[in-house]
């Protein structure tokens, strides 16, 4: 079976799964949010990589399936949350949560998703070993990922904001959080700590060159958001572009391209997102960030030449799998 098709099939599984996770015609003010928002879309693909990789590395995929749950529960979480943090009306281009429910009831709902990964997490039907191991990955996931969106928040429209700051930043919020299926599905499949480790590090340079491409999508196709292009500069969101050109642009431009991000989003205007795009066109950031995104695939392959299996294609089909998707 191809990767793609596997993700296709885990990820309808997964599907049925949460709606006994998490009933979607329960009236208890949380459901209804939360299924308002499960039900706009999503491919699945990191519950999907987890029971994928537990297979492939001679694990049982139903002793992982519970945490494959965990994985999406809490991903569903940080977009709730981050939906809230930056202001974004649109999501998959239909109303947030908290546009429809406002922002205390998305907030519960997100905190809800939250507790429903680590319940499911602890009902997995494998040794009390192994399912500390799994408590112990999903709470770094959260750790990090939180730390990151912290570094996320407060760069926004940053003076100093450099290519390394964006680099330490992303691979904690999306590093960590790519990583994490991988992970948890090798830990059920009962490998080496030193596997594990090289797994964290495929995330470590997979998930930014993720995140370059969104940031990359924001200002050509938009993401999902109504058609909506360059939602992270109407947000002052510190993306690779941004921190590129701080480092390459002449003075003034800088200086107008800090004014454009410092404003409120409601009065960006689609002539300073033109300005802003016209701006690291002129000093090849757009070219700049597709290369390092290219780099990042390259030092990931790297990494799975490195993790000490006899088998190892699986990682290398997943790596193929992200990079066409970010072509």
Request: some cysteine; overall charge negative; charged content about 25%.
């Amino acid at each position: 079976m191809l990767i793609e098709e596997s993700i296709r099939f885990y990820g309808a599984k997964i599907n049925e799964l949460l709606k006994d996770l998490i009933p979607p015609d329960r009236n208890d003010y949380l459901c209804e949010p939360i299924w308002h928002h499960m039900r706009t879309g999503g491919k699945r693909v990191r519950p999907a990589l987890c029971l994928i990789t537990c297979e492939a590395l001679g694990g049982n995929h139903l002793e992982a399936v519970n945490f494959a749950l965990a994985i999406e529960t809490m991903h569903n979480m940080f977009l709730i949350h981050d939906d809230i943090e930056d202001g974004d009306t649109v999501r998959r281009d239909q109303p947030t949560v908290w546009v429809k429910y406002g922002v205390a009831n998305a907030i519960n709902a997100g905190d809800y998703l939250l507790a429903c990964a680590y319940k499911t997490t602890l009902a997995s039907p494998i040794s009390v070993e192994k399912k500390i191991k799994l408590l112990q990955v999903l709470t770094t996931t959260y750790e990090k990922t939180v730390e990151g969106q912290a570094l996320d928040i407060n760069a926004r429209a940053a003076e100093d904001f450099s290519v390394a700051k964006y680099m330490e930043m992303v691979e904690l919020k999306t590093g960590y959080y790519l990583a994490c299926g991988m992970v948890g599905g090798a830990v059920v499949s009962g490998v080496s700590e030193k596997v594990l480790e090289k797994i964290w590090m495929l995330g470590k340079t997979m998930g930014p060159a993720f995140q370059i491409r969104d940031d990359l999508i924001d200002l050509t196709h938009g993401k999902g958001r109504g058609g909506v292009i360059g939602s992270d500069v109407k947000e002052g969101k510190a993306s690779f572009l941004y921190s590129y050109a701080l480092q390459v642009a002449c003075a003034e431009d800088k200086k107008h391209l800090r004014e454009i991000m410092l404003k409120p989003r409601d009065e960006t205007t689609d002539t300073d997102i033109q300005w802003v795009l016209d701006v690291y066109n002129k000093y090849g950031a757009i070219q700049h960030a597709q290369e390092f995104a290219e780099d990042l695939v390259r030092q990931a392959y790297k990494t799975i030449d490195e993790i000490p299996l006899e088998n190892k294609a699986i990682f290398k089909e997943i790596a193929s799998f992200m990079a066409q998707r970010m072509s």
